[in-house]
Protein backbone atom coordinates (compact mmCIF):
# COMPACT_ATOMS: atom_id res chain seq x y z
CA UNK A 1 0.00 0.00 0.00
CA UNK A 2 1.14 3.21 -0.98
CA UNK A 3 2.04 6.35 1.49
CA UNK A 4 -0.80 8.01 -0.56
CA UNK A 5 -3.38 5.47 -0.27
CA UNK A 6 -2.64 4.45 3.51
CA UNK A 7 -3.21 8.28 4.49
CA UNK A 8 -6.28 8.45 2.73
CA UNK A 9 -7.36 5.59 4.72
CA UNK A 10 -6.54 7.32 7.42
CA UNK A 11 -8.36 10.21 6.67
CA UNK A 12 -11.36 8.49 5.49
CA UNK A 13 -11.93 6.50 9.10
CA UNK A 14 -11.08 10.02 10.92
CA UNK A 15 -13.86 11.44 9.25
CA UNK A 16 -16.31 8.47 9.54
CA UNK A 17 -15.45 8.27 13.43
CA UNK A 18 -16.54 12.11 13.69
CA UNK A 19 -19.78 11.23 12.02
CA UNK A 20 -20.59 8.00 13.72
CA UNK A 21 -19.48 9.27 17.03
CA UNK A 22 -22.64 12.17 17.14
CA UNK A 23 -25.21 11.35 19.84
CA UNK A 24 -27.99 10.78 16.91
CA UNK A 25 -25.62 7.88 15.76
CA UNK A 26 -24.58 6.09 18.73
CA UNK A 27 -27.48 6.86 21.02
CA UNK A 28 -24.81 8.49 23.97
CA UNK A 29 -22.88 11.59 24.02
CA UNK A 30 -19.78 11.97 23.01
CA UNK A 31 -18.86 12.24 26.62
CA UNK A 32 -20.24 9.34 27.19
CA UNK A 33 -18.72 7.58 24.62
CA UNK A 34 -15.44 8.66 26.04
CA UNK A 35 -15.90 7.35 29.16
CA UNK A 36 -17.32 4.07 27.76
CA UNK A 37 -14.20 3.78 25.66
CA UNK A 38 -12.03 4.05 28.55
CA UNK A 39 -13.72 1.56 30.80
CA UNK A 40 -13.95 -1.19 27.95
CA UNK A 41 -9.80 -0.62 26.68
CA UNK A 42 -8.98 -2.50 29.65
CA UNK A 43 -11.49 -5.79 29.03
CA UNK A 44 -11.16 -5.88 25.63
CA UNK A 45 -7.18 -5.45 25.51
CA UNK A 46 -7.13 -8.12 28.15
CA UNK A 47 -9.46 -10.53 26.12
CA UNK A 48 -7.59 -9.67 22.57
CA UNK A 49 -4.02 -10.67 24.85
CA UNK A 50 -6.09 -14.20 25.65
CA UNK A 51 -6.68 -14.49 22.07
CA UNK A 52 -3.74 -14.15 20.61
CA UNK A 53 -1.96 -16.51 22.94
CA UNK A 54 -4.03 -18.72 22.59
CA UNK A 55 -3.63 -18.99 18.61
CA UNK A 56 0.22 -18.91 19.05
CA UNK A 57 0.24 -21.65 21.98
CA UNK A 58 3.30 -19.67 23.89
CA UNK A 59 4.02 -16.51 24.94
CA UNK A 60 5.14 -12.84 23.18
CA UNK A 61 8.46 -13.19 21.02
CA UNK A 62 7.78 -9.22 20.57
CA UNK A 63 7.14 -6.52 22.77
CA UNK A 64 3.33 -5.34 23.17
CA UNK A 65 2.72 -3.29 19.89
CA UNK A 66 4.76 -4.60 17.52
CA UNK A 67 3.43 -6.13 14.27
CA UNK A 68 0.43 -5.08 11.69
CA UNK A 69 -1.74 -2.66 12.98
CA UNK A 70 -5.53 -3.34 13.35
CA UNK A 71 -7.61 -2.15 10.49
CA UNK A 72 -10.26 -1.19 13.02
CA UNK A 73 -8.70 0.71 16.14
CA UNK A 74 -10.60 0.01 19.18
CA UNK A 75 -12.34 3.18 19.51
CA UNK A 76 -14.23 2.40 15.75
CA UNK A 77 -14.97 -0.69 16.75
CA UNK A 78 -17.00 0.60 19.99
CA UNK A 79 -18.52 3.35 17.52
CA UNK A 80 -19.52 0.51 15.02
CA UNK A 81 -20.99 -1.58 17.97
CA UNK A 82 -22.86 1.44 19.04
CA UNK A 83 -24.67 2.38 15.57
CA UNK A 84 -25.53 -0.91 14.84
CA UNK A 85 -27.28 -1.32 18.54
CA UNK A 86 -28.66 1.96 17.89
CA UNK A 87 -30.12 1.19 14.11
CA UNK A 88 -29.70 -2.02 13.68
CA UNK A 89 -27.83 -1.51 10.19
CA UNK A 90 -26.66 -4.37 7.93
CA UNK A 91 -22.28 -4.56 9.22
CA UNK A 92 -21.97 -4.44 5.27
CA UNK A 93 -23.27 -0.90 5.42
CA UNK A 94 -20.67 0.20 8.17
CA UNK A 95 -18.21 -1.44 6.30
CA UNK A 96 -18.66 0.65 3.60
CA UNK A 97 -18.35 3.75 5.75
CA UNK A 98 -15.08 2.57 7.12
CA UNK A 99 -13.41 0.91 4.07
CA UNK A 100 -13.31 -2.15 5.61
CA UNK A 101 -14.35 -5.91 4.47
CA UNK A 102 -17.74 -6.83 5.96
CA UNK A 103 -16.29 -9.28 8.82
CA UNK A 104 -13.94 -6.81 10.39
CA UNK A 105 -17.02 -4.86 11.23
CA UNK A 106 -18.92 -8.27 12.31
CA UNK A 107 -15.88 -9.35 14.40
CA UNK A 108 -15.85 -5.54 15.91
CA UNK A 109 -19.26 -5.94 17.20
CA UNK A 110 -18.91 -9.52 18.42
CA UNK A 111 -15.77 -8.62 20.67
CA UNK A 112 -17.58 -5.23 22.15
CA UNK A 113 -21.14 -6.43 22.92
CA UNK A 114 -20.51 -9.06 25.64
CA UNK A 115 -18.35 -6.33 27.22
CA UNK A 116 -21.19 -4.00 26.73
CA UNK A 117 -23.68 -6.97 28.50
CA UNK A 118 -21.23 -7.23 31.25
CA UNK A 119 -21.00 -3.80 32.64
CA UNK A 120 -24.32 -4.12 34.37
CA UNK A 121 -26.91 -1.29 35.03
CA UNK A 122 -25.74 2.14 36.75
CA UNK A 123 -27.36 3.37 39.97
CA UNK A 124 -27.93 6.57 40.93
CA UNK A 125 -25.14 8.61 42.51
CA UNK A 126 -22.89 6.15 42.85
CA UNK A 127 -21.05 6.19 39.62
CA UNK A 128 -18.87 3.05 40.68
CA UNK A 129 -21.78 0.62 41.56
CA UNK A 130 -23.19 -1.09 39.10
CA UNK A 131 -25.85 -4.04 39.54
CA UNK A 132 -25.87 -7.24 37.79
CA UNK A 133 -28.27 -9.94 39.45
CA UNK A 134 -31.90 -9.70 41.19
CA UNK A 135 -30.26 -9.83 44.24
CA UNK A 136 -28.24 -6.90 43.62
CA UNK A 137 -31.49 -4.82 43.05
CA UNK A 138 -32.66 -6.32 46.13
CA UNK A 139 -30.03 -5.01 48.36
CA UNK A 140 -29.73 -1.97 46.96
CA UNK A 141 -33.48 -1.15 47.33
CA UNK A 142 -33.32 -2.45 51.09
CA UNK A 143 -29.95 0.09 51.35
CA UNK A 144 -31.42 2.43 49.94
CA UNK A 145 -35.07 2.34 50.65
CA UNK A 146 -36.22 2.25 47.37
CA UNK A 147 -39.51 1.31 46.08
CA UNK A 148 -39.27 -1.15 43.05
CA UNK A 149 -41.18 -0.97 40.23
CA UNK A 150 -41.36 -4.34 37.92
CA UNK A 151 -42.68 -4.66 34.32
CA UNK A 152 -42.40 -6.75 31.34
CA UNK A 153 -41.70 -5.79 27.66
CA UNK A 154 -41.99 -7.79 24.72
CA UNK A 155 -39.87 -7.28 21.13
CA UNK A 156 -41.17 -9.10 18.40
CA UNK A 157 -38.32 -11.59 16.88
CA UNK A 158 -38.35 -13.74 13.65
CA UNK A 159 -40.15 -17.23 13.49
CA UNK A 160 -38.32 -20.09 14.58
CA UNK A 161 -37.98 -22.42 11.36
CA UNK A 162 -40.40 -25.00 10.39
CA UNK A 163 -40.75 -28.65 12.29
CA UNK A 164 -38.14 -26.57 14.88
CA UNK A 165 -38.40 -27.86 18.16
CA UNK A 166 -40.42 -25.07 20.86
CA UNK A 167 -41.37 -23.23 17.44
CA UNK A 168 -44.87 -22.50 19.74
CA UNK A 169 -42.67 -21.32 22.84
CA UNK A 170 -42.26 -17.51 21.14
CA UNK A 171 -45.53 -16.92 20.27
CA UNK A 172 -47.37 -14.39 22.51
CA UNK A 173 -50.06 -14.95 23.90
CA UNK A 174 -50.75 -10.82 23.83
CA UNK A 175 -49.55 -9.86 20.34
CA UNK A 176 -50.21 -13.39 18.93
CA UNK A 177 -46.64 -12.44 17.25
CA UNK A 178 -43.26 -14.32 18.11
CA UNK A 179 -41.65 -12.14 20.75
CA UNK A 180 -38.81 -12.65 23.44
CA UNK A 181 -40.48 -10.97 26.75
CA UNK A 182 -38.03 -9.69 29.35
CA UNK A 183 -38.48 -8.64 32.61
CA UNK A 184 -37.41 -5.20 33.65
CA UNK A 185 -36.78 -3.31 36.87
CA UNK A 186 -36.85 0.55 37.94
CA UNK A 187 -37.11 2.91 40.86
CA UNK A 188 -39.83 5.44 41.83
CA UNK A 189 -38.40 7.78 38.70
CA UNK A 190 -38.10 5.71 36.16
CA UNK A 191 -34.79 4.71 36.00
CA UNK A 192 -33.49 1.71 34.98
CA UNK A 193 -32.29 -0.57 37.71
CA UNK A 194 -32.26 -4.29 35.84
CA UNK A 195 -33.20 -6.09 33.01
CA UNK A 196 -33.11 -10.14 32.66
CA UNK A 197 -35.26 -13.17 33.10
CA UNK A 198 -35.41 -12.86 29.15
CA UNK A 199 -37.76 -15.64 27.75
CA UNK A 200 -39.51 -16.80 24.90
CA UNK A 201 -42.59 -14.93 24.41
CA UNK A 202 -45.33 -17.63 25.43
CA UNK A 203 -44.15 -17.17 29.34
CA UNK A 204 -46.65 -15.48 31.76
CA UNK A 205 -44.32 -12.01 32.62
CA UNK A 206 -45.10 -13.65 36.21
CA UNK A 207 -43.49 -17.38 35.18
CA UNK A 208 -40.34 -15.44 33.54
CA UNK A 209 -39.41 -13.22 36.62
CA UNK A 210 -40.08 -16.50 39.07
CA UNK A 211 -38.00 -18.64 37.43
CA UNK A 212 -34.85 -16.00 38.54
CA UNK A 213 -36.22 -16.67 42.30
CA UNK A 214 -37.60 -12.91 42.71
CA UNK A 215 -40.21 -14.87 44.92
CA UNK A 216 -37.14 -16.12 47.26
CA UNK A 217 -36.22 -12.74 47.31
CA UNK A 218 -38.77 -11.02 49.10
CA UNK A 219 -38.55 -13.87 51.65
CA UNK A 220 -35.23 -12.95 52.34
CA UNK A 221 -35.66 -9.20 52.12
CA UNK A 222 -38.95 -8.57 53.97
CA UNK A 223 -38.72 -4.80 53.80
CA UNK A 224 -38.55 -4.43 50.23
CA UNK A 225 -41.26 -3.23 48.46
CA UNK A 226 -42.94 -3.12 45.05
CA UNK A 227 -45.47 -1.84 43.09
CA UNK A 228 -46.65 -4.47 39.69
CA UNK A 229 -49.17 -4.47 37.12
CA UNK A 230 -51.97 -7.22 37.00
CA UNK A 231 -49.69 -9.67 35.14
CA UNK A 232 -48.14 -10.51 38.58
CA UNK A 233 -51.26 -10.47 40.79
CA UNK A 234 -49.60 -13.32 42.06
CA UNK A 235 -46.97 -11.78 43.57
CA UNK A 236 -49.47 -9.84 45.03
CA UNK A 237 -51.44 -12.54 46.81
CA UNK A 238 -48.60 -14.31 48.30
CA UNK A 239 -46.59 -10.80 49.41
CA UNK A 240 -49.53 -8.75 50.46
CA UNK A 241 -47.12 -6.33 52.91
CA UNK A 242 -44.48 -6.07 50.09
CA UNK A 243 -46.09 -6.09 46.49
CA UNK A 244 -49.04 -3.68 45.27
CA UNK A 245 -50.88 -4.54 42.19
CA UNK A 246 -53.91 -2.87 40.73
CA UNK A 247 -57.56 -3.90 42.27
CA UNK A 248 -59.65 -6.46 40.55
CA UNK A 249 -62.29 -5.10 38.38
CA UNK A 250 -65.77 -5.32 39.85
CA UNK A 251 -68.45 -6.98 38.40
CA UNK A 252 -70.68 -5.87 36.26
CA UNK A 253 -73.75 -5.70 38.84
CA UNK A 254 -71.34 -4.40 41.67
CA UNK A 255 -72.87 -1.12 43.45
CA UNK A 256 -71.73 2.24 41.80
CA UNK A 257 -69.97 3.22 45.38
CA UNK A 258 -67.68 -0.15 44.52
CA UNK A 259 -67.06 0.99 40.86
CA UNK A 260 -66.17 4.09 41.74
CA UNK A 261 -63.75 3.43 44.53
CA UNK A 262 -62.14 0.58 41.70
CA UNK A 263 -62.36 3.35 39.13
CA UNK A 264 -60.32 6.14 42.25
CA UNK A 265 -57.67 2.97 43.42
CA UNK A 266 -56.90 2.22 39.46
CA UNK A 267 -56.41 5.58 38.37
CA UNK A 268 -54.05 6.04 41.66
CA UNK A 269 -51.81 2.92 40.89
CA UNK A 270 -51.43 3.85 37.30
CA UNK A 271 -50.18 7.30 38.18
CA UNK A 272 -48.04 5.99 40.28
CA UNK A 273 -46.51 3.45 37.29
CA UNK A 274 -46.74 5.80 34.52
CA UNK A 275 -42.85 6.03 35.05
CA UNK A 276 -42.33 2.37 33.89
CA UNK A 277 -44.47 2.91 30.57
CA UNK A 278 -42.27 6.57 29.70
CA UNK A 279 -39.27 4.29 30.58
CA UNK A 280 -40.23 1.24 28.63
CA UNK A 281 -40.57 3.72 25.91
CA UNK A 282 -36.98 4.63 26.93
CA UNK A 283 -35.70 1.63 25.58
CA UNK A 284 -37.75 1.27 22.37
CA UNK A 285 -35.74 3.90 20.85
CA UNK A 286 -33.79 1.82 19.82
CA UNK A 287 -34.19 -0.23 16.80
CA UNK A 288 -33.60 -3.58 18.19
CA UNK A 289 -35.72 -3.19 20.48
CA UNK A 290 -38.64 -2.54 17.94
CA UNK A 291 -38.29 -5.72 16.31
CA UNK A 292 -35.16 -7.40 16.77
CA UNK A 293 -33.75 -8.99 12.94
CA UNK A 294 -30.94 -10.36 13.88
CA UNK A 295 -29.68 -13.80 15.17
CA UNK A 296 -31.50 -15.41 17.81
CA UNK A 297 -28.65 -16.52 19.91
CA UNK A 298 -27.21 -13.15 20.16
CA UNK A 299 -30.57 -11.41 21.45
CA UNK A 300 -29.80 -11.81 25.08
CA UNK A 301 -26.67 -10.02 24.78
CA UNK A 302 -28.37 -7.12 22.41
CA UNK A 303 -30.59 -6.58 24.81
CA UNK A 304 -28.58 -6.51 28.05
CA UNK A 305 -26.56 -4.17 26.58
CA UNK A 306 -28.92 -1.76 25.04
CA UNK A 307 -30.45 -1.55 28.68
CA UNK A 308 -27.26 -0.96 30.59
CA UNK A 309 -26.79 2.21 27.70
CA UNK A 310 -30.07 3.70 28.84
CA UNK A 311 -29.58 2.56 32.74
CA UNK A 312 -26.59 5.27 32.08
CA UNK A 313 -28.63 7.62 30.81
CA UNK A 314 -31.09 7.61 33.37
CA UNK A 315 -28.67 7.47 36.31
CA UNK A 316 -27.81 10.97 35.56
CA UNK A 317 -31.40 12.29 35.71
Avoid at 8 to 35: E, F, M, N, P
Avoid at 109 to 133: D, M, Q, S, W
Avoid at 229 to 245: C, T
Amino acid sequence: MTTAVRVGAVVRQLLTRTALSHRICTGISRKHLGKLIAELTAPWTAAEEGRLHNRRGHSRLRAAGAGPDHQLVFTDRVIATLVILRFQLPHAALAVFYGVDRSTITRAVHEVRPLLTARGFAVPGEPHVRLHTLADVFAYARAKGVELRLDGTEVKVRRPKANKPGRRAFVSGKLRQNTNKATVIRDEAGRTLWTGAIRPGRMHDQSAVRTEGIADLFEQFPDVKAKVDSGYRGLAKQFPGQVSAPPLKPKKNAPAQERAAYEKERHRQSSERICVEHANAEHKQWRPLQRYLGRREYYDQTHLAIAGLVSDRSAER
